[in-house]
């Protein structure tokens, strides 16, 4: 179905079958999208703004430069899906499965992605400043000069992560595994690292001032320049 700039704001389309559908620029302003199946559909620059789409199925779906500011999306399957410059703030996405996702340079300030899988994903230049992230899983993602500022990123798995240039000050890292991680030249001043696994993490060159470490593990951890 070719959708493309359609006006469905308000709409109710809970568990509707729009697979592979284009609905580029497409107005969706508070609709009812929820156990929706759009993979692979087109929503480049359409406005999701409030929408509700919980349990939808995205997978593969183009959200390139998408609306999405107060979007409910809890549990949405968004795995491969390409979110590049989407703007996200404030969305919901709690347990999510974002899994090879790219989202790189999306703005998700103040998003809530508890016990979200982003592994493998690409976040780098994302913004997630003030964003929640407490047991979400960032395995192996790219987080290259993302911002992080303020985020609590507490009991989440970060191991073989790369974080290089990473703004993560003041940051919430409690507990949380970053084995195997790269921070080089990352900004952790004034970050929480208390109980936190930091096993062979490399933090040349990073920030660390006034950085709270306790009981923090950093066995073969490499601080040199």
């Not at 493309?4 to 009812?32: E, Y």
Request: aromatic share 2%; charged share 20%; glycine share 6%.
């Amino acid at each position: 179905a070719d959708l493309s700039c359609a006006d469905l704001r308000g709409c109710d389309i809970r568990d509707a079958v729009l697979t592979g559908a284009k609905l580029h620029g497409a107005r969706l302003t508070s609709s009812a999208m929820e156990h929706s199946k759009l993979s692979g559909v087109d929503l480049t620059e359409a406005s999701l703004d409030n929408a509700y789409l919980s349990h939808a199925k995205l997978d593969q779906a183009i959200l390139r430069n998408a609306r999405l500011p107060r979007a409910q999306l809890s549990a949405a399957q968004l795995n491969n899906a390409d979110l590049r410059g989407a703007d996200m703030r404030g969305a919901i996405l709690n347990r999510a499965d974002l899994r090879g996702a790219d989202l790189s340079g999306a703005n998700l300030v103040s998003t809530s992605l508890m016990g979200t899988d982003l592994s493998g994903t690409n976040l780098q230049n994302v913004s997630l400043g003030r964003a929640s992230l407490i047991a979400a899983n960032l395995a192996h993602s790219n987080c290259q000069n993302a911002q992080m500022g303020n985020a609590n990123l507490s009991a989440a798995d970060i191991n073989h992560a790369n974080l290089s240039g990473a703004n993560l000050s003041g940051s919430k890292l409690m507990l949380t595994n970053l084995s195997h991680a790269t921070l080089d030249r990352a900004n952790l001043a004034r970050a929480y690292f208390s109980d936190a696994i930091l096993e062979d993490c490399s933090l040349r060159e990073a920030v660390l001032a006034r950085t709270y470490m306790v009981s923090a593990n950093l066995a073969r951890a490499s601080l040199d320049k």
